[in-house]
């Protein structure tokens, strides 16, 4: 049952993805006292395929209806799509599922869904694009507060791999990219080497970010998440 205190949802691709969005949350939440995240909700598509998107809204529509819910987000890799693409297709399923009379788009990537006579919701949308960085994979590849060394040398395999008729997606590729970035150059801290079972994991570098005298993986200073940190602090309770 959902907590009926919960104002706010958040939709994102994966739950790895979830544990990111967590972390830089409560990032902003320790670097800005005025946002508090207390009453938002975490929920995982399972994906990005508009199957998978179209399920994931229509099982919110109970707690949208009945409780006291003012606003979800939905946040998308932008992979091989336009920006525009990528809204229109959110835009469909909002149709499909409410209604075309019901769903007004606010053309700023976010619409008004009215679901009945005494209640409209905010639906807000982000697209994770900035230069060439069109998913989560890359954003993080771009943020790394360590040289990649070891995580650099998988574009041999990568390329070899390929070259020899192997099919391998990039998506795949990056997020073993990720895991041997944290595995073997983030821990190449003595330190954080002698305690890997604590340490060298992805989730651990982000449970890391608050511990004191930890080194950092990763950079969430960086100007490229700027436009994502926007929108997560429009879902604070303040």
Known sequence: MANKEIKNILLVEGDSDSKFFQTLIKYLGITNAI????????????GSDKKLLEFSIRSLEVDL???PIEKFGIVLDLDDYENDS??????????????EQNVLNNNDNSFNVKLNDLKTILVDCHFIENDLVTNLELLLKEIVTQDPLAANCLKHWFDCAI?????????????????????????????????????????????????????QAWNFESPLLNNLKTFLASFSNE
Not at 186 to 209: A, G, Q
Request: glycine share 4%.
């Open 86 to 99: 990528r809204f229109k297709q959110v835009h469909e399923i909002l149709i499909k599922i409410f209604g």
């Open 65 to 67: 209806r009945s409780n």
């Open 163 to 215: 070259n020899s008729g192997r099919k391998i997606r990039k998506s795949d590729y990056l997020k073993f990219w990720r895991e041997v970035y944290v595995r073997y150059d983030y821990c190449s801290n003595p330190d954080l080497r002698k305690h890997s079972v604590e340490n060298c994991t992805t989730e651990k570098s982000f449970d890391n970010m608050f511990i004191d005298g930890k080194p």
């Open 35 to 46: 946002l508090n995240f207390d009453l938002l909700r975490f929920d995982a598509i399972g």
